[in-house]
C-alpha cells in the first residue's frame, strides 16, 4: 500500500470554527489531491497540488483552502467550518505522469455541528 | 462538462460473475479506473485500462472498453462475499494534473 495518512480519523466541530486536516505521504509522489465523499455524489475534487507551493482549485473548493510547504505534506483547511462540509475527506497521491493512478488515503469523517 | 455515470446497486449470488457498468463523457480520457472501496476505509485500486485498449483480464476481473459507446464495464468472476463493497469506475480528464472524474459508485451486494 502506498504510504499515506490522514489526520485525524475523525473529528466532530462546531459550526464557524477553523478546522485543518493533514495529509502526509511518505512516496515523494509530486501530486496530492483533496476529495470529499457525499452519498450521491461519488467523489468530489476540492483542491489539488502539483507540487510545493503549487496548488490549483478543483470542483468543490468554496470555503476551502490548502498548502502545501513540503512534498510530504498537504494541508486541508476549513476556513469556517458549516454544516455543509460534514463529510467524508480522503487524501490521494500519484506520481509524475505514468498511468495516471492515484492512491489513496484512510479517509477523515468530520461532522460539523 | 465531463459525467460519469454508474447505476447505484448490484445484488449477485455467491459464484455467480457480477457486471457493474459505466458510461463516461470524455472522449479524451487516457485511462479509465476502477476503484474498490470496503466499509470504512479508502479506495483501492482495482484495475485500469488505457483507452487505446478493447479489454483487459486480470484473474477474476475483465475490464471491457467500448470507445464508441463511451462505456465501460467490469466483471467479476465466481463473485466472493469478500467482494461487496461500493465500486467507482474514473476517468483521467487527460490534462497535465492528473486528475480524475469518479462516477457515483455502485454498491454490490453479495447474497451467500
Known amino acids: 500500500d502506498a504510504g499515506i495518512t490522514q489526520s485525524p480519523r475523525h473529528k466532530v466541530t462546531e459550526t464557524g470554527t477553523p478546522v485543518t486536516l493533514r495529509c502526509h505521504q511518505t512516496e515523494n509522489h509530486r501530486y496530492m489531491y483533496w476529495y470529499r465523499q457525499d452519498p450521491g455524489h461519488g467523489l468530489r475534487l476540492i483542491h489539488y497540488?502539483?507540487?510545493?507551493?503549487?496548488?490549483d482549485k478543483g470542483e468543490v473548493s468554496d470555503g476551502y483552502s490548502v498548502s502545501r510547504s513540503k512534498t510530504e505534506d498537504f494541508l486541508l483547511t476549513l476556513e469556517s467550518a458549516t454544516s455543509s462540509q460534514t463529510s467524508v475527506y480522503f487524501c490521494a497521491i500519484s506520481p509524475a505522469r505514468s498511468t495516471d493512478t492515484q492512491y489513496f488515503g484512510p479517509g477523515t469523517r468530520l461532522t460539523v455541528l | 462538462g465531463e459525467d460519469v455515470e454508474q447505476s447505484l446497486f448490484l445484488s449477485v449470488r455467491e459464484g455467480d460473475s457480477s457486471v457493474i457498468n459505466c458510461t463516461y463523457t470524455?472522449?479524451?480520457?487516457?485511462?479509465l479506473y476502477w476503484y474498490k472501496q470496503e466499509p470504512g476505509a479508502g479506495l483501492q485500486l482495482l484495475t485500469y485500462?488505457?483507452?487505446?485498449?478493447d479489454m483487459k483480464q486480470d484473474q477474476r476481473l475483465t475490464v471491457l472498453l467500448n470507445k464508441k459507446d463511451k462505456h465501460l464495464s467490469l466483471r467479476i468472476a465466481d463473485t466472493q462475499t469478500g467482494d461487496s463493497a461500493i465500486y467507482f469506475c474514473?476517468?483521467?480528464?487527460?490534462?497535465?494534473?492528473?486528475?480524475?472524474?469518479f462516477g457515483t459508485g455502485t454498491l454490490l451486494a453479495v447474497q451467500p
Open positions: 470524455d472522449s479524451s480520457s487516457t485511462y
Open positions: 474514473a476517468e483521467s480528464d487527460g490534462g497535465a494534473t492528473n486528475k480524475l472524474i
Open positions: 485500462i488505457f483507452s487505446n485498449m
Open positions: 497540488s502539483y507540487g510545493v507551493k503549487d496548488t
